[in-house]
């Protein structure tokens, strides 16, 4: 297999061997908790699965392989892999994020993280500039979720690295919500990548499951013993049906996308629709930051219903036949959601509504299905 594939062929491929045992062409799923010793430390490389499991080393190096990196790292959650990467500080660091973000992370880092004497700054990132406002000799960690949950914000990747490189801080990329089909945050100057793999990676709203892909060995060594030391690690089923998810990535990104510009043009010109935020359109505020860091635009969205309010924006998600009211993203159905009551309710009101995530906020993952169906389904919905 030569090392270096096109995406489309690692996702298939990538890291990925026929099993030793049977020549099994997808990895088994070892279910096992340990490893049989000939004697003390005979082993194969594996001990316990805590520390190790071939089912997640084959999704590790799938992850490596798909974010052009040279190691994956596999957790029980996308919140188990960013509690991992904050365990890398000590009290009295700080963190520059983007304002916009998922509101688990925002409640990881305030209600958990901050009581460990992590100083944390929320910061608008659209002007990379913003970020030198806030670098101090503490700085140890810029976060950066691109394009951001739900407001849809881009941050240019490469210019806040370019800020940050004379500082001890590291960045990393939360790649959620563009998955490696469309951003590579690593090529971009970027220390560690982040996925809820819960979402475009496993894509079937099967599986709950975190991924880091980073480069430099020393940290791979630290947040590996992090891994294991606090050991929220994904058990070998879910490593498999993610394994198995990897596999369409690239085919289903596509279809993604067409439907997210479908869905997001159809809304832009609806005139009961106040605001649709998508970073395709040509007056989004990093329209051309995203044109150049991403090869499409995604398949996530979201819009204000005229006049904005709560009441409006709740009768609009319940009519919904096709699209499902549901938390999470990233599946091959089309979901909805309410992100003040649902995704981004641990954030405070004032919090979340001076970044745009007001009442009558609906936030989109549009699936892959046939696209004339859902704008069928959300003319109905607004129509009502
Ligand atoms: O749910 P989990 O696998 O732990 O991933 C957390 C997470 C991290 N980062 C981003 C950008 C996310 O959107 C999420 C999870 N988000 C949802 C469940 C949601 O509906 O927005």
Redesign the pocket.
């Known amino acids: 297999m030569p090392k270096q594939l096109r995406f489309n062929s690692a996702t298939i491929h990538g890291g990925q061997e026929p099993d030793k045992a049977y020549g099994a062409v997808m990895p088994p799923i070892y279910q096992t908790s340990t490893y049989a010793q000939t004697t003390p430390g005979g082993h194969q490389g594996y001990e316990y699965s805590r520390t190790h499991n071939p089912t997640r080393t084959a999704l590790e190096r799938s992850m490596a392989s798909i974010e052009n990196a040279k190691y994956g790292l596999a957790f029980a959650?996308?919140?188990?892999a960013?509690d991992a990467v904050l365990k890398l500080f000590q009290p009295g660091d700080e963190i520059i994020s983007t304002d916009d973000?998922?509101?688990?992370?925002y409640r990881l880092m305030t209600q958990i993280f901050q009581k460990y004497g992590l100083k944390i700054h929320f910061v608008n990132m659209e002007k990379a500039s913003t970020v030198t406002q806030f670098l101090n000799d503490k700085t140890r960690l810029i976060w950066i979720?691109t394009p951001t949950?739900?407001m849809m914000k881009v941050v240019d990747i490469r210019a806040v690295t370019a800020l940050v490189k004379d500082h001890k801080a590291l960045v990393a990329v939360?790649n959620?919500?563009a998955s490696p089909y469309l951003q590579q945050p690593l090529e971009l100057g970027a220390d560690i990548v982040?996925h809820?793999?819960?979402?475009y990676l496993a894509g079937h709203s099967d599986t709950?499951?975190?991924l880091l892909a980073v480069n430099d060995d020393e940290l791979q060594e630290q947040l590996a013993f992090i891994q294991n030391s606090s050991g929220a690690v994904p058990g070998p089923m879910d490593c498999f049906l993610t394994l198995r998810g990897i596999k369409t990535l690239h085919l289903r990104m596509q279809r993604h996308c067409e439907n997210g510009a479908a869905v997001a043009i159809y809304l832009q010109q609806h005139p009961k629709i106040e605001k649709v935020y998508w970073p395709g359109f040509v007056d989004h505020p990093n329209h051309e930051v995203a044109k150049i860091q991403m090869k499409a635009f995604g398949g996530m969205l979201s819009f204000v219903p005229q006049g904005g309010a709560l009441q409006r924006a709740i009768n609009i998600v319940n009519n919904l036949n096709i699209f499902t009211l549901a938390?999470?993203?990233g599946g091959v159905e089309s979901l909805a959601?309410h992100p003040a009551s649902?995704?981004h309710a641990a954030i405070p009101k004032a919090v979340r509504e001076k970044n745009g995530v007001v009442d009558g906020l609906i936030r989109l993952s549009v699936g892959i299905e046939d696209v004339q169906d859902l704008i069928e389904d959300l003319d109905q919905a607004i129509g009502v």
């Open positions: 959650s996308g919140m188990a960013m973000l998922y509101g688990g992370s979720e949950n739900p939360d959620t919500f982040l809820s793999a819960t979402k709950v499951l975190g938390e999470s993203l959601g649902m995704t």
